[in-house]
């Protein structure tokens, strides 16, 4: 019985740290940018958004802006 209570308590606790929350660390989708940057999450109009654009110099957002158009550009072909 103490197993069981202790797995249970294990999987509930896996499960609420899996939950977003505002605020939260999170990280750039792979397959929008090469890097790995990280960002904070952040409710949007249909959802979660991963806003990592805030932590960017102005040299890494140019980067960013031009993978993202090269990504989309791949996506309509």
Known sequence: ???L????TLLFSSWANAQIQ???I???DPEVT???YAGV???FEGG???NYWQFLSEDEWEEVIIEEEGVEA???E
């Open 1 to 3: 019985m103490k197993i």
């Open 5 to 8: 209570i202790i797995v249970i």
């Open 22 to 24: 505002a605020g939260q």
């Open 26 to 28: 999170c990280h750039a």
């Open 34 to 36: 090469e890097y790995n």
């Open 41 to 43: 999450w952040e409710k």
């Open 48 to 50: 979660w958004i991963c």
């Open 74 to 76: 791949e996506i309509d």
